[in-house]
Nanobody
Framework: QVQLVESGGGLVQAGGSLTLSCKVS??????????VAWYRQGPGQQREIVAE???????IYTPSVKGRFTISKDYAANTMTLQMNNLKAEDTAVYFC?????????????????WGQGTQVTVSS
């Protein structure tokens, strides 16, 4: 069973900072985290990708957060983090962590995308 548990959301004033964390846990199987990403979904909006670290280690940001947000990963600790600085009202959304994870190995290996439960970030102007 794969679980992604997020923490760190909350209410902050515009210009402030928040750090989101996501802990990956897998029971009953060896696993490897191939790639990680953060998404967000604002009120009445579709879910959009915010930042990702690809399997090759390339970091990509959506233009609206570039220079303000930093995504990082610690595969030894099975965690990913999104550091958000200079927050704006338009950053208000539910933020979701996402990971592509390989479970098992050899012929029984399986790859799938997994999601956290979401954490609310509210930026007051």
């Amino acid at each position: 069973q794969v679980q992604l548990v997020e923490s760190g959301g909350g209410l902050v004033q515009a210009g402030g900072s928040l750090t989101l964390s996501c802990k990956v846990s897998v029971s009953g199987s060896v696993f490897h985290i191939d790639a990680v990403a953060w998404y967000r979904q604002g009120p009445g909006q579709q879910r959009e990708i915010v930042a990702e670290i690809t399997q090759r280690g390339t970091t990509i940001y959506t233009p609206s957060v570039k220079g303000r947000f930093t995504i990082s990963k610690d595969y030894a600790a099975n965690t990913m983090t999104l550091q958000m600085n200079n927050l704006k009202a338009e950053d208000t959304a539910v933020y979701f962590c996402n990971a592509r994870i390989t479970t098992g190995w050899g012929r029984t290996a399986a790859v799938d995308n997994y999601w956290g439960q979401g954490t609310q970030v509210t930026v007051s102007s």
